[in-house]
């Protein structure tokens, strides 16, 4: 192992009471709160137990001698929110390698991982299955995040590309400041806020984590036997699930340093999001205190980074397709005005309360003189299902598929404590409206015609809308359409379920209203799945 300067010290002494002087008074009269607190484990001497059980305190001081830790593994990870029946566990990639870099004084990270598609098929979202194995950098430092095509990409001319990532800051940084080592250094950076308990038998810290940029965030993590951190849990927002849990396992600790340094490592690490796994690693090999390990934020970040996100600086732009039907895009996610004889009808609202509620603040100023009644939700993932809620709290009626409502209704009654959002803080009672094979919305003025998609992968109960007087439409995540221009790619099994349920349906397809991507017509899906 390197050895780095002093980083932390844990200062410890425990106050041993004579046996005698105890047996020769009477015991003292306690309130409870005050016996409480005579029982509760001492703090200092707490973290200093658990950091030379990992063996990262040194010296007749217990200096804590890590500063950074790199490892590798292999393992599994899954697709948050997007399971292919709403509620069933997320889809899993297979992760064939994972390499992380950890600095504890900038704070920063890097994660290096190729991952691909399972052994046994699994259905849903994610991109699953994927074309070719995929490899994916992504990178925190301070109060920047990006994603890089390599390590170090963006750092010197012709060194890979680098993209913004500010909407991961933080979930980033809970990633490094949840590992056992980082949660000792926040204990004690923390001082008289750190808290120790007993909950059945078991030890548990609790810090909070304001002192390293996550105002609000709290940790508790719990040690076994041999006073090893072995679970660290934490609660953060979730569009969907509101006051969402991530718990953290750490098991099998060992020595596997390049350089034997008699640290303790867990070797396997099982990481849950709202009960369902997310992260499951087989550590094989780490490294400590290299002093080259660096995370710098290259300066294309610095500049380019974005401010957060509010409902005032979200993009919106109302593409007028044909009279009555406007094409709301402006991000990553589109959605779709339609124009009845005396409301509007919505479909989809994606991602948050941000997004959603700047596309129905558009809606209504491009049709001043009518209200926004229904809104058709595609499916159930968490990127297309996020800002339901915040329609819900500006009045609008979920349309949805039969199996979905179950859920939804589940997952709505869960707080929204963290970051309380409008129908947290405006409640207003759901209303949902069921679909199944066939769903029609009618009046004098326009017809839309709502479809369960059969024969997907991506979701079970995935939903088209058509526009049969128009001849449009509107789909989600089955057709993608690339850039004008961009040449042919190999053929997506979802572009062809798409087509093969337009021809069952007997559509007359004339142009299509991608949720993701641009305006498309009939020829350009044609063209995907190699018809002339």
């Not at 009618?442 to 997907?456: C, F, K, P, V």
Request: net charge neutral; proline share 8%; hydrophobic share 40%.
């Amino acid at each position: 192992m390197r050895t780095t300067s002093l980083v932390i010290i844990i200062a410890a002494a425990l106050v041993v009471q004579s046996t005698d002087a105890q047996q020769s008074q009477p015991p003292a009269r306690t309130a409870p709160a005050a016996k409480a607190a005579a029982n509760a484990p001492d703090v200092q001497q707490t973290l200093r137990v658990v950091g030379l059980a990992l063996g990262v305190l040194r010296g007749p001081n217990f200096v804590d001698a890590i500063s950074t830790i790199e490892f590798w593994a292999n393992g599994t990870m899954n697709a948050l929110g997007q399971a292919f029946k709403a509620g069933d566990p997320w889809p899993a990639f297979k992760v064939t390698s994972y390499h992380a870099w950890i600095d504890f004084k900038q704070p920063a990270m890097r994660v290096d991982l190729t991952r691909t598609n399972p052994d046994v098929p699994t259905k849903g979202g994610g991109g699953l299955p994927l074309a070719a194995p995929q490899r994916l950098g992504m990178a925190v430092s301070g109060k920047y995040a990006w994603n890089e095509s390599e390590p170090g990409a963006g750092l010197a001319p012709g060194k890979g590309t680098v993209v913004p990532a500010m909407g991961a800051v933080n979930d980033r940084l809970l990633q490094l400041w949840t590992m056992p080592y980082a949660v000792l250094k926040a204990a004690t950076k923390a001082g008289d806020k750190t808290k120790v308990t007993i909950e059945n038998g078991t030890k548990v810290i609790t810090v909070p984590l304001d002192d390293q940029g996550l105002t609000g965030i709290t940790v508790r993590a719990a040690l076994d036997a041999k006073n090893l951190i072995s679970r660290v849990q934490v609660n953060t927002d979730n569009p969907v699930l509101g006051d969402m849990l991530t718990e953290t396992t750490y098991s099998d600790y060992k020595d596997i340093g390049e350089i034997p340094s008699d640290v303790q490592f867990p070797t396997h690490i099982a990481v849950t999001q709202g009960g369902s796994p997310i992260l499951d690693l087989r550590v094989t090999k780490t490294d400590t205190n290299n002093p080259y390990l660096i995370v710098p934020v290259p300066e294309a970040i610095e500049k380019a980074a974005p401010p957060s996100p509010s409902v005032a600086s979200v993009k919106v732009d109302a593409q007028k397709v044909v009279d009555g039907v406007w094409f709301l895009t402006g991000g990553t996610h589109n959605s779709v005005a339609v124009e009845f004889k005396d409301h509007v009808v919505l479909v989809e609202c994606p991602l948050n309360d941000e997004r959603s509620l700047a596309v129905v603040e558009t809606v209504r100023k491009t049709v001043p003189n009518k209200p926004l009644k229904y809104v058709v939700d595609t499916h159930h993932h968490f990127d297309h299902s996020g800002g339901l809620r915040g329609c819900v709290s500006e009045g609008l009626s979920v349309i949805t598929h039969a199996e979905n409502k179950p859920y939804l209704e589940k997952v709505w009654t869960q707080p929204h404590t963290i970051n309380p959002d409008r129908l947290a803080k405006m409640p207003r009672k759901p209303v949902i409206e069921v679909a199944m094979d066939r769903h029609v919305l009618t009046d004098s003025a326009r017809t839309l015609n709502i479809y369960r998609l059969e024969g997907s992968d991506h979701a079970d109960s995935m939903l088209i809308a058509y526009l049969p007087k128009e001849k449009i439409l509107i789909e989600a995540d089955e057709f993608n359409p690339p850039p004008p221009n961009a040449p042919a790619g190999p053929v997506i099994k979802e572009n062809q379920v798409l087509y093969d349920n337009i021809q069952r349906l007997k559509l007359d397809v004339q142009q299509i209203a991608p949720i993701h991507g641009r305006l498309v017509t009939i020829d350009d899906l044609r063209k995907a799945i190699g018809k002339r």
